[in-house]
């Protein structure tokens, strides 16, 4: 038996902004998670939103160099 994913508010948001911006990065989602693009990203726990999304199938992330480029599931 498997469990279902659970899609939150959040990672909905996530995959929202990805498929407005696609080709767009891990940190940009993340600083339209907080709101705030001053705010660092990594204090926020928005990267757990984003990978979440990725494993549940919402995000396509594909690393290109040191960076991952993102898209949504065509």
């Known amino acids: ?18 498929s407005r911006h696609p080709g767009c990065s891990k940190l940009d989602v993340a ?7 001053r705010a660092s990203a990594t204090n926020h726990g928005q990267y757990d939103t984003i990978d979440k999304a990725i494993s ?8 290109i160099g040191n960076r991952y480029s993102l898209t949504v599931p065509s």
């Open 1 to 18: 038996m498997t469990t279902a994913t659970r899609i939150g508010p959040k990672m909905r948001q996530a995959a929202e902004y990805v």
């Open 31 to 37: 600083r339209d998670l907080t709101n705030d693009p």
């Open 56 to 63: 549940a199938g919402l995000i396509v992330a594909v690393r």
